[in-house]
């Protein structure tokens, strides 16, 4: 953003540290916050009617969430949750609306990355509906990559089973295959990278679309 649109925001952004299992936003709830994460990785969660659970999508230091704030709404559909601790600069839902309508600048940013969202989300789907779990399971640790510094991913079979929406034994059998080409290193509470490029090429085109469209959406603002 230019520096003088940015300094007008500046004296509403709190840094704040959120340390992973801290709730974002509540399905349903009404919500006081808006966060553009600088560090660490917010899952949005689906939730069924019957309580059933899977990740819809995931935000790191490329968007802010809830993304219902853009449209004028304080609740969220979804539940938001920090996976990974991390910190964010948060603002009141109230100066938020003020800043959209008076920044045009701000009102770039946010409405290309909501683009950017909703790309993500319909690639999830058709990678939900088309792909192999081996698929998925590369497609969701190369996003979670993009959003980190360094290679460790602090990840467990469980957490990855939820996110996935796939039994842990499926997670489990999922994990050999890149493992056992180097790709990876799975161990107690985390997974490694070893070869990006490798993964990258393993995942087929269940990675890289929405990565290409993001850059294109965010290329060239200003």
């Known amino acids: 953003m230019p520096e003088q649109d940015f300094v007008a925001l ?8 959120l340390p992973r299992g801290t709730v974002v ?9 808006v966060y553009f994460l600088e560090s660490g990785i917010a899952s ?3 939730t069924t009617p019957e309580g059933n659970q899977a990740e819809a999508g995931i ?9 219902s704030a853009v449209a004028g709404v304080d609740s969220s559909t979804h539940h938001i949750s920090i996976q990974w601790d ?13 800043a959209v309508e008076k920044n045009r600048s701000l009102w770039k940013v946010i409405i290309r990355s909501i683009g950017a969202f909703s790309v993500q ?3 999830t789907a058709i990678c939900n509906a088309v792909h192999e779990v081996n698929e998925r399971l590369a497609r969701w640790l190369l996003m979670c990559h993009d959003r980190i510094h360094g290679d460790e991913l602090p990840v467990t079979h469980d957490f990855l089973s939820m996110m996935l929406a796939v039994r842990r034994a499926s997670v489990t ?6 493992e056992g080409t180097g790709f990876i290193r799975a161990e ?6 070893r070869n990006r490029q490798a993964m990258e090429e393993f995942a087929f085109d269940a990675y890289g679309i929405r990565e290409s469209g993001y850059r294109r959406l965010m290329t060239g603002l200003f």
Do not use: Q, W
């Open 86 to 98: 991390g910190a964010a600069y948060r603002m009141r839902y109230e100066n938020f609306r003020i």
């Open 59 to 67: 935000f790191g230091f490329e968007g802010y969430v809830p993304t």
């Open 121 to 123: 989300l319909a690639c």
């Open 10 to 17: 500046s004296a509403h952004l709190e840094l704040v540290d």
């Open 188 to 193: 107690r509470g985390k997974v490694i990278i």
């Open 25 to 33: 936003a509540r399905r349903d709830e009404r919500f006081e916050h």
């Open 173 to 178: 059998s999922a994990l050999h295959v890149p």
């Open 44 to 46: 949005v969660v689906a």
